[in-house]
């Protein structure tokens, strides 16, 4: 409920609304201090890695060849 709203109903603020208006503007500062606050992370370098996970285990264990009708599967 915005202020203009909740004067409009009875042009007195109750405890319960100031309450509420208190904490909504506490909740509104702290964004605003959030999002004014610069992260300093290290950019994401997308570099390939130097060797994959699977490299090892294909370099022990090779694909197997597929049947074909000219030559039977190793």
Known sequence: ???????QEGD???PDCEIIR???EKTIER???ELSRVEKTKPFLSSRPDK???EDFLAKC???R???RSR???
């Not at 409920?1 to 004067?7: D, F, P, Q, R, Y």
């Open 52 to 54: 994959f996970a699977l």
């Open 72 to 74: 039977s599967p190793d």
């Open 12 to 14: 007195k603020i109750s």
């Open 66 to 68: 597929k049947a074909t």
């Open 22 to 24: 208190q904490k909504q």
């Open 1 to 7: 409920m915005t202020e203009n709203a909740s004067l």
């Open 62 to 64: 090779p694909r197997r």
């Open 31 to 33: 964004l605003e201090a």
